[in-house]
C-alpha cells in the first residue's frame, strides 16, 4: 500500500482485484478513497524448502543433471507420519513431477502414533511417555524394540504397552537359552537315526515357507507381522518341537549330520532376526561358528525364497503334533507323570501315517502298536478322521475317574439341552441372524461328539472295575 495508508496491514488474495476488495471488506474507510497495493517479493509457502528437499538435497535445481541427482533420484520409500501428508508428502509428489517429470519415491510407509494403554497420544505435557534408557535397562534394547515392533501393524497407531517389552526380553532369553543349547551338545560321526532325519526334513520345509511368508509380508510392509512370524518359528516350532524331537538321552551325543543341519538353521533364524533384534543376533551369530575378519551379519544375505518346500512332510507333521497333544491331555486329564511310558493304539485299517512314529514315539513317551480292536477301558481320542486309543489300566484311581467322567457327561447333556431348546425354538431359528443359528448347530455337534466319547470311556473304565 502507499506510504499513507502502510499501517493498514495485508491480505491474502490469488489477483490483485480480489485483493482490493479484500481491503475494503477488511478496512471500510478505504472504500472511497484512492490506494495502493504491493505485492510481497520475498514469500514463500511455509513447506516450500522441505517439498524441494528431495530434489534439492542433490543439487538437483541449479544442477538438474549431475550425477548424484541421476544416480539416486528418485528413491523406492519414504517412512514418515500421516498428518503431514498434505504438507509435505503430496507436495514433494507434485514437486517431482513439475522439476524431475516422475515422483521421488515408489512407496509411503505412514508411522502410527504412539498411544499408551488407554489411548492416549504419548506426550510430555500429558507425561506418559516412558523414560527409553530405563526400558532398556530392565529389559534390554532388543527387548524394547520387539516390544515396539509387535504393537506397530502397518497404517495403524502404537498401542504401547511395556509388558510386550518384557516379552521381547522372555524372547531374547529364548534364544539364548536355544544358543546354549545347541553349544552345548556333543557330537559323534555316525549314521543319522530315522527320527532325526525326519525332523530335518520337516524343519528345512517349515523355515522356508516361513522365508516365502515373511518375504510377501515385507513386500507390503506389514513388519509387525513379519516378526510375529519369525517369532513363532523360532519359539515354537525350532525350539518347542524340532529341537525336543532331535535333543538325545541324557548324557549321549547328537549324531554329526544332524548337529551340522541344527548349526545351519540356527544360522537362518538369527538372520531374519536381525532387523527386528540386531544386537543380540549379532553377538550370537558370531559365535555360532568361526568368522572372518570384519564379517558380519548386518551383510549376511537373508535367505531367499524358495518352491522346494515339501508339503505332505508339513501337513503330516501337524498330524504328528495333534496326536502328541492328544496323548499329553490324556496324561493331563488321568494325572499320570510324562515319564511313566504308556501305549499308543492305532486301530487298523485307518488312514494313519507311520512316517511320524519315531517323532510321535519320543516326544509323547509312548509305544505304538495296530490293533484291531482296542483295549477295554483305553482313553480316546480323534484326529481327523483316525481314533487313537492310550490304555490307562492300573494308571489310574478308577473310582474317581468315573465319578469325574460321570459329572462331566451330566455337565454336556444339560448344556445339549439348553441349545436343543434354542434349536427346537421355530421363533429363534427364523429371527436369529443365520451366523447365530449355524453356531449353536456348531455347539450341538460338539456337545454330541463330546456326549458319544464320555459315555464310550465310562462303559470301558465299568468293564476295567467289573475285572
Not at 517439498?51 to 528413491?75: A, C, K, M, Q
Not at 529364548?174 to 524343519?203: C, H, S, Y
Not at 508339503?311 to 502328541?324: R, S, Y
Request: aromatic share 12%.
Amino acid at each position: 500500500m502507499s506510504k499513507e495508508y502502510k499501517n493498514y496491514g495485508f491480505v491474502v488474495a490469488e489477483t490483485e482485484a480480489e485483493a482490493r476488495e479484500k481491503v475494503i471488506t477488511k478496512f471500510p474507510e478505504l472504500k472511497d478513497k484512492k490506494f495502493s497495493l504491493r505485492q510481497d517479493e520475498d514469500c514463500l509457502d511455509t513447506w516450500f524448502s522441505s517439498w524441494l528437499w528431495p530434489i534439492s538435497v542433490f543439487d538437483g535445481i541449479n544442477n538438474p543433471d549431475n550425477e548424484d541427482i541421476n544416480y539416486y533420484y528418485p528413491t523406492n520409500d519414504l517412512v514418515t507420519a500421516p498428518e503431514i501428508i498434505f504438507f509435505w508428502v503430496a507436495r514433494m509428489i507434485i514437486s517431482g513431477f513439475e522439476y524431475r517429470q516422475q515422483p521421488c519415491f515408489k512407496n509411503v510407509y505412514f508411522t502410527g502414533i504412539v498411544r499408551d494403554k488407554i489411548g492416549r497420544k504419548m506426550s510430555k505435557s500429558l507425561g506418559n511417555s516412558p523414560d527409553p534408557i530405563a526400558l532398556m535397562e530392565k529389559y534390554g534394547a532388543d527387548g524394547v524394540r520387539m516390544g515396539m515392533l509387535l504393537s506397530s501393524p502397518a497404517g495403524n497407531d502404537l498401542p504401547f504397552d511395556e509388558a510386550l517389552c518384557e516379552q521381547g526380553r522372555n524372547f531374547n532369553n529364548k534364544i539364548w537359552n536355544a544358543f546354549r543349547m545347541t553349544q552345548g551338545l556333543e557330537t559323534v560321526d555316525t549314521e543319522q537315526p530315522e527320527g532325526n532325519r525326519i525332523a530335518v526334513e520337516w524343519f528345512y520345509s517349515r523355515l522356508f515357507k516361513t522365508v516365502n511368508t515373511m518375504d510377501d509380508l515385507f513386500s507390503k510392509y506389514r513388519i509387525s507381522e513379519a516378526l510375529m512370524e519369525v517369532y513363532k518359528l523360532f519359539w515354537d516350532e525350532f525350539s518347542a518341537w524340532y529341537l525336543e524331537a532331535i535333543k538325545p538321552e541324557y548324557g549321549k551325543p547328537l549324531d554329526k549330520k544332524t548337529y551340522d543341519s541344527t548349526i545351519y538353521f540356527f544360522d537362518m533364524l538369527l538372520r531374519l532376526l536381525h532387523p527386528f533384534m540386531p544386537f543380540i543376533t549379532e553377538e550370537l551369530w558370531q559365535s555360532i561358528e568361526q568368522r572372518a575378519e570384519g564379517e558380519s551379519i548386518m551383510t549376511a544375505a537373508i535367505p531367499e525364497p524358495t518352491d522346494f518346500i515339501c508339503e505332505p512332510m508339513l501337513n503330516g507333521f501337524e498330524t504328528a503334533k495333534q496326536i502328541i497333544a492328544g496323548i499329553r491331555t490324556v496324561r493331563q486329564q488321568k494325572n499320570i507323570s510324562p515319564k511313566e511310558q504308556m501305549t499308543l493304539q492305532v486301530s487298523a485299517g485307518q488312514e494313519h501315517d507311520a512316517t511320524f512314529n519315531l517323532i510321535v514315539s519320543k516326544l509323547a513317551n509312548v509305544a505304538i502298536e495296530t490293533v484291531d480292536e482296542k483295549s477295554s477301558g483305553a482313553a480316546s481320542f480323534m484326529v481327523g478322521t483316525c481314533e487313537y486309543a492310550v490304555p490307562i489300566g492300573d494308571l489310574i484311581n478308577v473310582e474317581e475317574e468315573l465319578k469325574k467322567l460321570t459329572a462331566e457327561l451330566k455337565y454336556q447333556e444339560g448344556f445339549l439341552e439348553s441349545v436343543m431348546k434354542k434349536l427346537d425354538n421355530e421363533r429363534f431359528v427364523a429371527n436369529a441372524k443365520p451366523e447365530i443359528v449355524e453356531n449353536e448347530r456348531n455347539k450341538k455337534a460338539q456337545a454330541e461328539e463330546k456326549i458319544i466319547l464320555l459315555k464310550a470311556s465310562i462303559e470301558s473304565i465299568t468293564k476295567i472295575n467289573e475285572h
